[in-house]
């Protein structure tokens, strides 16, 4: 059973740091790249974060460029997003998800190139 499962959401105040970590089963990890969603309340679900099978290259949304690290430990079949200068606007639960076996670039921001996703967790950023 493939399965993503991610962990480390919580609340935090503006300009503090998260580390977010999905745990993946089921697949063999390092054949894939991973990405990193979030959803606010009343919006549709967006890109946030990718990078690929190696490592070796990342892709980030614009308005987390600079503040958000994805990373990845294959050895552990886990993929991080640390978040640092966190804003109130960075609120939304957090999804990861697996991406296809062969890096797609700036497509790697698209949703329908995922397939299986986690359960997400909940980040809330206090003002």
């Known amino acids: 059973q493939v399965q993503l499962v991610e962990s480390g959401g919580g609340l935090v105040q503006a300009g503090g740091s998260l580390r977010l970590s999905c745990l993946a089963s089921g697949r063999t990890f390092s054949n894939y790249a991973m990405g990193w969603f979030r959803q606010a309340p009343g919006k549709e679900r967006e890109f946030v974060a990718a990078?690929?099978?190696?490592?070796?290259?990342?892709l980030y949304a614009d308005s987390v460029k600079g503040r958000f690290t994805i990373s990845r430990d294959n050895a552990k079949n886990t993929v991080y997003l640390q978040m640092t200068s966190l804003k109130p606007e960075d609120t939304a639960v957090y999804y990861c998800?697996?991406?296809?076996?062969?890096?797609?670039?700036?497509?790697?921001?698209?949703?329908?190139?995922?397939?299986?996703w986690g359960q997400g967790t909940q980040v809330t950023v206090s003002s």
């Open positions: 990078i690929r099978r190696t490592g070796f290259s990342t």
């Open positions: 998800a697996f991406g296809p076996t062969v890096w797609m670039g700036d497509r790697q921001k698209e949703k329908k190139v995922y397939d299986t």
